[in-house]
């Protein structure tokens, strides 16, 4: 019986042995994010059936585990952005799939190269750095959590972080920086590349809007469909999420360019339909964004009796005694978008809802701009 084992340790070089000893056992593992209270990772475990626990005091066999089919390798709670978090199963092909697909497209030499880990293990964007280190042999350096200091100091080429991450770095000195989780800056810097991908596909599949080899894009109603070798095989609950032909709903809209380039509008639920106009919130936040009155900024449709809902500006200043006004908003994003994209409120918050890879919550800012 191959068994799920939660390897509830932060990241380092124990983490990266025991992933490799639950492999060599035929096992699959369920990462463990560090920051949860041990109640909450207590649950998690047992929501997703793990038989065996991995812990820096040593491991424990558990009642009640579900089994794991041959071949799979890792279940991966999603970030819960939207909603409760669901465990995703991932084969070892597709866990390989993905390392040789990446490792293609950014030209990993292992040689030459060394990845290093310093987002959550507990999360894709975080793990899959050390899979695909694992799986083509690469140079690989675990830290336990982001510091900037140490990422500095690091001798690796390449790195994995979210946006807020990059700003707090010297990105000159690495030859390729992977970002993924919240929308990319603006002002990026051209050594980086920005990813599409979530849980179930195992990492980012686009890579600056053109998809990896052997990743496949359609568009169905506005909804971006994947098929690629890279794809979870099924929910732990063993939900089947795809759809006829193999093809993936990835509940994200977009649209695909004459050339197969592919634009991410967002979730589907992320869409405000204002006055009748949809307005997309992404291009809105990279804009205001830029401004240096704002540290933070969402964007949302908070129901509105005259236009539905109406754009409205959840904002973290960069000086609380002197925020942006609403006319400072306004004025920025006509000059750059359609008038209806211009916020129509705005709401100072001390901090914006995120998940710990920086993805808005904004389910939450909806409700509390009620």
């Known amino acids: ?43 998690l475990i047992a929501a997703m059936g793990a038989s065996r626990v991995v812990e820096a005091s040593g491991s424990a066999d558990l009642a009640e585990g ?20 669901k465990g995703v199963v991932l084969t070892h092909d597709a866990v390989a799939a993905s390392a040789d697909a990446t490792s293609a497209r950014l030209e990993v030499d292992p040689d030459r190269d060394r990845w290093l880990a310093c987002l959550p293990l507990a999360h894709v964007g975080g793990l899959s750095v050390v899979t695909r280190a694992l799986h083509t042999g690469t140079p690989l350096t675990v830290r336990p959590a982001f510091d900037a200091d140490e990422v500095d100091a690091s001798d690796a080429t390449l790195v994995s972080l979210v946006a807020t991450a990059m700003r707090r770095i010297d990105t000159s ?3 390729v920086i992977v970002l993924g989780g919240a929308h990319a800056p603006a002002d990026r810097p051209p050594n980086s590349v920005t990813t599409y991908g979530m849980t179930e596909t195992g990492s980012g599949v686009v890579y600056d809007g053109v998809p990896l080899d052997g990743v496949e894009v359609r568009i169905v109603d506005g909804e971006i469909h994947l098929r690629a070798p890279m794809l979870l095989r099924c929910y732990r609950d063993g939900t089947d999420p795809f759809l006829p032909g193999g093809w993936f709903p990835t509940g994200d809209l977009g649209e695909l360019a004459d050339d197969g380039r592919l634009t991410v509008h967002g979730r589907r639920g992320d869409l405000i339909i204002s006055g009748g106009e949809n307005v997309w919130p992404d291009p809105i936040e990279r804009l205001l964004g830029t401004l240096p009155s704002i540290a933070d900024v969402g964007i949302a449709g908070v129901p509105d009796p005259e236009w539905g809902h109406a754009v ?11 925020p942006p006004t609403l006319g400072e908003l306004r004025d920025a994003v006509r000059a750059a ?33 009620r």
Not at 350 to 360: D, E, I, V, Y
Request: proline share 11%; hydrophobic share 45%.
């Open 312 to 322: 409205t500006a959840f904002v973290v200043p960069t000086d609380p005694a002197r």
């Open 66 to 85: 579900i089994p794991v089919d041959d071949g799979d390798a890792l279940v991966v709670a999603t970030s819960g952005s939207t909603g409760t978090p």
């Open 173 to 175: 000195r690495w030859r």
């Open 1 to 43: 019986m191959r068994r799920l084992v939660a390897l509830d340790l932060p990241g380092g070089p124990d983490f990266v042995t025991a992933l490799r000893h639950v492999w060599d056992d035929g096992d699959a593992a369920l990462p463990v994010d560090q920051r949860f209270p041990a109640a909450a990772r207590a649950a």
């Open 337 to 369: 978008l359609p008038a209806y994209c211009a916020p129509r409120n705005v709401v100072i918050v001390p901090q914006l809802p995120r998940t710990t890879l920086g993805k808005l919550k904004r389910a939450e800012l909806t409700a509390h701009g």
